[in-house]
């Protein structure tokens, strides 16, 4: 991969935003859009779930949308996913949980969601891809982030948090499996860097920074 | 036809500096956004600065940049000019100052040839804060040399002049701009003196005097805002302005010429006949609750305790001068100038002085309390435009040459001011004092304040109280103070930035004495 993204966001056929009576959808993917997420994945997820509970009532369409929201990279609605998709589960909907997030079955929800939550970077794939999660940047002129490359990177304390400099100028990442958001940080409020299993990739001849998990043997 | 003025952006703005992503519910998720059914203040300011340049005065300068990463940069002929390509949004001074100050309730001054907007920047302030544009045109005040104070304020009603058995029973009958919200003062360095005092104690004092009768220039107690437009400001016109008149401008900005790129937009307008003042869009008007508001909201902007130290530091400089007095406390420049001696002739005296790393001997005065205040001011009125959540240091870097200039003067024997392109340094004293800014911060870095500052924790550690001290820990103390004031009298030099450090660690030492002497008589 060349661009920024996530290794985790298989490609997927793009589907239209669901409508559904007595919920204004396009306002969440407004929303989705606001918190940094992608509407598109937003309405594809959504429209996978329902495409075997057509008949979900308000209530289940957001707890969808919600795990949607997180699913297609607003990660400010990560933790109400994580809650909502236990209650999925536990209500029969662990079918529709998997087409939502591109599993394949039921049962790599549960494990996923086991998985998330002492390893926010974990996915089925992870492994094949030799524990590379996602490439942040990239080239401004190419529509990335940055106008120059990062040349130095570290983990910050908090979970999914990474401090990356681009020539005089600090930004903070927070990512997780599905999303990331870069944003400048001022230098004088930089933290010491944190030992963690997770680390953040610079070279020399990359616009991008790439967030790797060191994989158990 | 399409109203071709009633185009309002919706402004790019600078996101806030991150701390973390703060957790949504999916309540949140399906929440209508604010800005559909009520845009934020902060919003609403930047949509008019973004209509103003945009369609208003044609302003296609971006002389106030910001940037997250290394803008980009190209050096032009063969003089050293650079052209810079700022990364975040950036913006254009002669239109952003006076917003701001419209913002905060300040003083611009507005300074730049005829005809290059600057009447027509004010009129839009008072337009803005909900005037008419026949009302705020006719309440502008033309200076010109006969302008008396009757003609300013008003005048004493005849019959009560004839009736009156004192002065307390006339009436008077007081102009009806003194009141406006949005008050513009037109060529004001060609208004008499006399005139000029009494425009001093409406600037100043919020009220004015004609035979014994007050009147309130802000008797709701609003958001009040005053702008002045004068040629120059290096002492042009037909009567120098008054210095205490001056000082009371908060901001001075340079009115931008016109880009002949834009001619056909002037074309357009000049067939339509039409003024931009007359077509503000109504949603952009700020009532004076809402104007309230935002004056009440910038200055809840916090400033971070790294930019209270590159401020403090950089403040330090200015107000030291060898040689300007014997006892310590009295070596300032204010000493001098009071004396009625040249600051630029002690400076020069120090012989034995590096002049090139004392920032203080750049300038010929220090910094007033009122200077600082609006620099504050002004700073968080930057940065909560920019979306931020704090003040930062490119905020108070952007707007300490507007605020300082005409108030922190140069040193023009200054041996910087003598050397090759530096020598632009003299008319261009925005990019002077930016450069000074800069300099200083520069400074602070290489000696370490941020991680070390002695001075700073021998402070706080005495803010801490001295409950519980003992005796002993009061001598200790006392001892490090010493050991500190012998640590800078050792390298053999005095700068500007040490006076400060000095006079402060006197004080603590007296603080401690009388403790300690306190003690000992308990």
Known sequence: ????????????????????????????????????????????????????????????????????????????????????????????????????????????????????????????????????????????????????????????????????????????????????????????????????????????DSYLAWVHVQEAA | MSDRWHKVSASPTTPAHSGGVAQLSADDLFRVPDEQTHIPLDEKLRQTYYWIVNRAVISPYYDIEFSSGAPLVYSLGDAGATLTLPTDPSFSSNVLLPLLTFAVGGKCLMIGGPGRGKTTVAVLMGVLAGGTSDDVRRGVQQGQPQLTISDLVGIPLPRDLIGAASLAEIGIAWRGWLTRPVKIIDEYNRIPTKTQSALLTMVAEGYVESHDQMHKTNPDRGVESWFFTANDDAGGGTFPVIQALRDRMDVTVQAASFNSRFLDELVTRVEAGEKPEEHVPAELIFDADEHARMRAAIRTVPVPEGVRRRLEFFLGHFEFVQHGGRRFEYRTKDTVTTAGGRVAEVIDANTGADLSADIGAQTINGLSVRALQTLIVYAKAMAWFRGADEVSVADVSAMLPFVLRGKLLPNPTHPRFDIGAERELTTDVISWLRDLFDESCQQFEALGREQDDPVRALLAQLDRGLDGVTAVEASRRLTEIESRVRAIASTGKLYGRDFDDLTTLKYLHQRYTAYLAWAARA
């Open chain 1, 1 to 204: 991969m060349n661009h920024p993204g996530h290794l985790a966001d298989a490609a997927r056929e793009t589907r239209a935003l669901p409508t559904i009576d007595g919920l204004d959808l396009t306002v969440a993917a407004t929303n989705v859009r606001r918190d940094g997420g992608d509407p598109a994945t937003f309405a594809t997820a959504l429209a996978a779930a329902l495409d075997t509970d057509p008949r979900a009532g308000v209530e289940r369409v957001v707890a969808f949308a919600a795990v949607s929201a997180w699913r297609a990279g607003a990660l400010a609605y990560r933790e109400e996913a994580l809650r909502r998709i236990d209650n999925l589960v536990a209500s029969g909907r662990g079918e529709q949980v998997a087409r939502l997030l591109g599993l394949a079955t039921a049962s790599e929800v549960s494990v996923f969601v086991k998985e998330q939550h002492a390893d926010r970077f974990w996915w089925p794939g992870r492994r094949d891809a030799r524990g590379y999660v996602c490439a942040v940047g990239g080239f401004a002129g190419l529509g990335g982030t940055w106008t120059a490359p990062p040349t130095e990177a570290y983990a910050l304390p908090e979970p999914g948090a990474f401090a990356i400099r681009t020539a005089d100028q600090w930004w903070r990442l927070d990512a997780d499996v599905w999303g990331s958001r870069l944003a400048p940080m001022d230098l004088r409020a930089k933290p010491a860097p944190s030992a963690t299993a997770t680390t953040i990739v610079v070279t020399e």
